[in-house]
């Protein structure tokens, strides 16, 4: 078996994947991404370190944000997480005892569609996984793309505001600050401020989800119809561009947003410039973990 660890901005996954890639269990600490990164790391082995010790595995996957050296084990840096060239493959390995390799979490998500999801029909395709940032990744004839230093795919980074709202990356304007599901909550508080007696505000109250505001909209808000109707264009936006650069097969969008299926594709598809397959992830909130474990396997053959 495989440990294929999903690590977030908000929570790292933890999950035991058969051969074949099958999730058997999944267990989910915080992150707490405001710590030294070496308290973060002293979290996961514990973790690893419990399940070691209930069930047998071989390889160690991670996926992570940030720009990763997958050859090296290093990460360089992340908007989301204080890496700082961080050996976070060797770290983990010589922890447990246990042959340890890393990518970047959007590079994972997609080796999992490619090999046990959504993806397994086609050999181009890009997907964007939306949670506390945007993730990219992209795959041509078949194999992902991770560019000359191998960590090509940094999607949620490609501006598409001149100077617009800072990232963390350091840049302003970028995609996932407008697209990712962290945008989504900022637009809707906006909303609920602007329109504190709408239905919107009622179900979100001081806390909104993602949640909330489709939950809103289906019981015919017209507050929440106007949130998602702007963050379906922006989704749609960065769609329209990878379409024109890469001309892919399918676009593929995971995240646990993706659990809204057609609730959420539907919009976006209203809005690409050019038809083409729109699909959310089949293996859902899973396909970090799985994808990590897909990792293991092709990078520690």
Known sequence: ??????????????????EDYQLVKSWSIPTLSHRDIAEIIDDMIEKAREIQAE???DRIG?????????????????GNLPYNQTPLAAMIRDALNVPTCIANDATAALYGELYAG????????????????VGGGIAINGKPYLG????????????????GLPCPCGLRGCYEQYA????????IKEAIAAHPDSLLAKIGGESPSARDVFSAKEQGCPVADAVLEQYTRYIAIGINSYEAIFQPEAFIIGGAISQQDENLLAPIREKMRKPN???TSSLKNDAGMIGAAVVATVFLQ
């Open 62 to 78: 991670i996926g992570t944000p940030g720009d990763i050296d997958s050859e090296r084990g290093i990460c360089h840096r992340a």
């Open 148 to 163: 000359s230093k191998g960590y090509g795919g940094e999607l949620g980074h490609m501006i598409i505001h001149y100077d």
């Open 118 to 133: 959504a993806g397994k029909a086609y050999q181009n395709i890009i997907m964007l996984t939306l949670g506390t940032g």
């Open 1 to 18: 078996m495989i440990l294929g660890i999903d690590i977030g901005g908000t929570n790292i996954k933890f999950g035991v994947v058969t």
């Open 277 to 279: 397959t729109l699909l």
């Open 180 to 187: 990712s599901v962290t945008a989504l909550v900022r637009q």
């Open 55 to 57: 069930y047998h595995f």
